[in-house]
């Protein structure tokens, strides 16, 4: 399992990137995904994802986590690479976006980060909450999840 992570340079040091790599490989065994995998992970500005939001989604304001599939039903076939990794795509999240919401949610930046990692990565694996009966599963795993974490 690969997590490649980067970090605008703003925010590193804030983050340990072994703990990031942790939650999303937690996030993946939960879902039964093992072996030749591999994700980005990026934390950057709000600007940065606001611009990614407008661009790909329409949408022009801020939000806090992104993911971009590279599997799904509306994504062209991905040609898998000679070495059998399956890339499932990048999740990008808005670390100035998180301490807001974990200041509204009074608890840590780390608690909120890792409930947006796990958001992501749950996307990518083509979970969805457009109507309430996928909003609630997928909090539902996304709280079965962190409660695994012990954060």
Request: glycine share 8%; with cysteine; aromatic share 6%.
């Amino acid at each position: 399992m690969e997590i490649n992570i980067v970090f605008d340079l703003e925010f590193k040091g804030l983050l340990k990137s072994s703990w990031l790599r942790r939650v999303a490989q937690k996030t993946l065994k939960t879902q039964g995904i093992c072996g030749n995998v591999e994700l980005g992970l990026v934390i950057t500005s709000r600007e940065k994802v606001r611009q990614l939001n407008q661009r790909y989604r329409g949408e022009s304001e801020p939000t806090d986590v992104l993911a971009f599939s590279t599997e799904g039903p509306d994504v062209a076939p991905f040609i898998v690479p000679p070495d059998g990794v399956r890339h499932l795509g990048e999740v990008i999240i808005s670390y100035p976006q998180a301490v807001i919401q974990a200041e509204e949610h009074q608890h840590s930046v780390e608690r909120e980060i890792a409930i947006l990692v796990i958001h992501g990565v749950l996307h990518l694996l083509g979970y969805e909450h457009d109507e309430l009966e996928l909003e609630l599963k997928m909090r539902a795993k996304e709280a079965e999840i962190l409660g695994g974490l012990n954060i």
